[in-house]
């Protein structure tokens, strides 16, 4: 069975492994269609994902389909196409017990922090598999991308008609944009990249004035003129960016709210006077639940949000190898990079 290991950064390898053993009792074996990859598998390429461990296989977004289940499984039946949750969590911790699995203590990425589904097939509890009877297994893959936006845009509670601003417009940040129109929210999007601004413009259909480019622009003083002198009354970064998420502090209106999405590993500082005349709410938003996968679902089998034209580059798993690196350079103008590991 062909496999694509991570051996260290920079080297890709395409190996044979012994087919996976039949699923016990809570597990499904699946046979792996689609993989996306994310930012998370190109910094993890280049060695700068923290606690990060090699050798892994990568793979996280998932697009599969169920080839047997074990004897307690319910929820998916052989020849089901679905999207795998990806958060393996241990179901008894702090966060586990008040229904937040995404931030379980104990929590294991697919792809992370154990192997993932970059291989023909593979073992997953069936519990993490969300079916659909209609969805391409392309657009089961982009689910999880989606999830992160999700469930940010759920943890910030958006009501509708008010504006929110989004830093960052990499497939996370579209993600937000995307719940976050859903939620009737006006969104105005922020980015270094005009391109990607042009993006939000012509594929997600932001008014062209409520584009921000950030390089060229004080993005305080047009954010007040967007909002009457409002400001946005919910900030989104999904930069992960130290310089973005320490200026965000000063987007919110007052009352309002800031969401971190994005992460870095290093330390936020801010004013405490500025966030405390605000009475700012800041949220951590991670990963996503299943209430999210299933939501999110709904809104793509409904032709509500569609992320197929999000899809910029492909390859087969023979080919990633060779193409993987070129996927890392920004100039490569990857959005969304889609490999099919079998058609
Ligand atoms: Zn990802
Ligand atoms: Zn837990």
Redesign the pocket.
């Known amino acids: 069975m062909k496999t694509l290991v991570l051996e260290k950064p920079g080297h890709l390898a395409s190996t044979a492994v012994p087919e996976p053993s039949a699923p016990r009792a809570a597990e499904a074996l699946v046979r792996v269609h689609r993989v996306?990859v994310?930012?998370?598998?190109l910094h993890a390429f280049r060695g700068r994902q923290p606690f990060f461990t090699y050798p892994r296989i990568l793979g996280?977004?998932l697009g599969v389909e169920v080839l047997a289940i074990g004897a307690d499984v319910t929820n998916v039946a052989v020849g089901d196409r679905c999207a795998v949750e990806p958060y393996l969590n241990c179901g008894h911790c702090i966060a586990c017990r008040r229904g937040k699995p995404n931030c379980c203590t104990q929590l294991k990425v697919l792809g992370v922090h154990i192997d993932g589904g970059l291989r023909e097939r593979f073992i997953v509890p069936a519990a993490k598999l969300h079916p659909s009877r209609t969805l391409t297994y392309d657009q089961l893959a982009l689910v999880?991308?989606l999830g992160i936006g999700a469930h940010a845009v759920q943890r910030a509670g958006i009501e509708t008609g008010e504006t929110v601003a989004v830093l960052g417009a990499g497939p996370i940040g579209l993600a937000v944009i995307q719940f976050a129109l859903a939620a009737g929210a006006r969104v105005v999007a922020v980015d270094v990249n005009a391109r990607r601004l042009a993006f939000c413009r012509d594929r997600l259909g932001l008014a062209a004035t409520d584009l921000i480019d950030s390089t060229s622009t004080d993005v305080v003083a047009r954010l007040g003129e967007l909002t009457g002198g409002d400001l946005p009354t919910t900030v989104f970064d999904a930069t992960g960016n130290p310089a973005s998420m320490a200026a965000s502090f000063n987007f919110p209106a007052h009352g309002g709210r800031l969401v971190f999405v994005g992460l870095f590993t290093g330390d936020v500082t801010f004013n405490d006077p500025n966030f405390h005349r605000r009475e700012l709410t800041l949220l951590g938003s991670r990963n996503a639940r299943s209430e999210d996968f299933r939501h999110i679902l709904a809104l793509v089998e409904s032709g509500r949000v569609d992320t197929t034209p999000w899809i910029t580059h492909r390859a087969a798993l023979s080919d990633v190898p060779d193409q993987f690196e070129g996927w890392t350079h920004p100039e490569s103008g990857v959005l969304k990079a889609m490999i099919a590991v079998t058609d």
Do not use: N
């Open positions: 996306g994310c930012g998370t598998d996280h977004e999880e991308t």
